[in-house]
């Protein structure tokens, strides 16, 4: 348990920027030190609950009901109604749709599909390029596919590929909060209204950035929905295990209970929410992987045999 005075935990994390350019450092290092289960503090007013355990941490999932999870970039428009951000009954439903997706057989389906990704994406790789970069193309290709297919095949958004740019920007969303004292404070005290009170020029260009990528993947997703609404009309229903098709099927079988414009932008949050946590954190331990057997051969040896 730690009680942090006066917001004692912002300034650390304002000097662990600075020093370590990383605002969890003090964080890490603790945790070192002493393995720790939960640990509670807070921040300001609010009290703060970090969870270590994996087995405690899924009890927590499963019981959405007494606690509010932190949106550390405090935007409402890419992630909030993502499963990632989403509390309660709204996460308990989206968990109960896409579930099954995430089965063993369902997985191993996409295998074929993954494959080819990365023997397309392997022959790209050359001396030159960024062995990370390219990685992250490859991971969040196979996410791209696995929820649109090949409709947005290629789509660039900003002169940059999907994946990367969904990547980079709620990073800069997420970093933009420790470049300015007064975003930081202003975000603590305003949550997810502080983008519009005030905004910073920075701001200002991270929410045009926002607005390019929603109204890009929005067009796609309304033509997915009238192909849809056609084939149910003509009884033309087709098993579909693509993520767009069955968030859009749900809310047509549901008789539209959600106006389509919250239905839509529920999906696009979805999308860009199994984006970033599917396309980073994969290719950062791809890459991990890769510098392992690099240094270790007689592991790929027997890896092989």
Known sequence: MQYNFLGRDIWKRLRDLKIFNDI???????YKRLPYKFKVSNSFWKIQIQVADPEYYKQILHNPHYYEKANNIADKHLLQKGLVFETRDQWKAQRNILADQFQYQQLTSRLPMINKIILDGITKIGSANNLFEQLEL?????VIQSFFGDSIDGLKVNNK???VEVTELI????ESRFKSKYVFIKRLLLGTWAWNIFPTQEEMMIQQRVFQLKTMIEKVIR????ELRQRNKQNDQKDSNLFLDILLNDYIKNDHKKQESQAIDEVIQQF???LFTGTDTTAVLSYHCLYYLSIHPEV???IRD
Do not use: A, H, P, Y
């Open 300 to 302: 790929q040896q027997e």
């Open 24 to 30: 969890f450092w003090s964080d890490k290092e603790e």
């Open 138 to 142: 490859m991971t969040g290709k196979v």
């Open 223 to 226: 033509k997915r929905l009238i």
């Open 171 to 174: 990073n800069d969303m997420g």
């Open 161 to 163: 590929d999907l994946q």
């Open 272 to 274: 860009i929410t199994l």
